[in-house]
């Protein structure tokens, strides 16, 4: 089943509606849908390069405003709409045990899960379950997904397809990496 989405996915990047079959996928993959945009991303910007940073400011607004939809979901829908979610994906063990110390790291695991694979949906539903503050989400949300939609871009733009099978296969790995350098980092500021 999630190959065809994939798949169907895929498609639309041809379409003639695509910039606005991208933003509806980032919009929904930022709360309940499971394909990232980054599959339509990909393709459009191949095809048209000068069009990048466009495509990924549509996909960065779009998402933003899907994960504003998925606080909403965590805030106001959770016992209707956001545990059948986080039971889809098998995270609500993972939820109810983050859930007690979330806001005092809340802004970072936004960022983390903006920029890496984990899913962004998760997080934007417990950012609202938990009530971390919605103007420290909105912009961790922005600095997170612009510098992922925007990595992408880049390095599409400036070199074309041949970059393609490093961003589908290692950018999450090399995301994540840099989160745990970083987060290394602090450690040993604060306790070395």
């Known amino acids: 089943m999630l190959k065809r989405l994939y798949d169907w996915t895929l498609s639309l990047a ?4 695509a910039l606005w079959a991208l933003a509806v996928v980032a919009f929904a993959e930022s709360s309940v849908f499971p394909i990232p945009p980054d599959i339509l991303m990909i393709p459009m ?5 000068h ?3 466009l495509i990924a400011g549509i996909a960065l607004v779009a ?15 959770y016992e209707t709409v956001g ?11 993972k939820f109810e045990e983050f859930a007690a110390t979330y806001n005092d790291y809340g802004a970072w695991a936004v960022l983390i899960a903006g920029v ?5 949906k998760v997080i934007t539903i417990l950012s609202g379950s938990t009530g971390l ?3 420290v989400f909105m912009v961790a949300s922005v600095i997170a997904r612009g510098l992922r939609f925007f990595v992408v871009a880049a390095l599409l733009w400036k070199f074309g397809a041949p970059i393609r099978d490093f961003i589908e296969k290692r950018l999450g790995l090399m ?6 350098l970083l987060g290394g980092g602090f450690y040993a500021l604060k306790y070395l």
């Open 14 to 17: 041809e379409s003639p509606y």
């Open 133 to 135: 503050n919605f103007g």
């Open 45 to 49: 910007i191949i095809a048209l390069p």
């Open 116 to 120: 890496t694979p984990f899913p962004y």
């Open 51 to 53: 069009r990048a940073f």
């Open 63 to 77: 998402s933003v405003l899907g994960g504003a939809f998925g606080y909403f979901i965590g805030w106001g829908l």
């Open 175 to 180: 995301f994540t990496l840099f989160v745990i």
């Open 83 to 93: 545990l059948p979610v986080l039971e889809f994906y098998g995270k609500t063990g």
